[in-house]
């Protein structure tokens, strides 16, 4: 189980998540400018996933954000632990 924050300094940003093959298995754009994104991960196979920052408003100028990995442990069993995995 994975849990990564995007925190949006001056822009409106989206995480796009890939599985190991580059299908796009999620997009997260929930907040506005200046809140925070939270991507979750529970991997169904090994390998190397992607996680791509994207800028909402291609128009506009390059943006300020933080990136920054929030949780990182085995996935939780039953669903009250994968309740708690996500506060």
Avoid: C
Wanted: proline residues 3%; without cysteine; negative net charge.
């Amino acid at each position: 189980f994975a849990a990564v924050r995007l925190d949006q300094i001056d822009g409106d940003l989206l995480l796009v998540l890939f599985d190991p093959a580059g299908k796009v298995i999620d997009i997260v754009d929930t907040n506005n400018v200046h809140e925070t994104e939270v991507a979750t991960l529970e991997a169904k196979e090994s390998g190397r996933y992607l996680l791509q920052v994207a800028q909402f408003n291609w128009k506009r100028p390059a943006t300020q954000y933080r990136l920054s990995l929030a949780r990182l442990e085995k996935a939780a069993g039953n669903p009250k632990a994968k309740a708690d995995q996500l506060m």
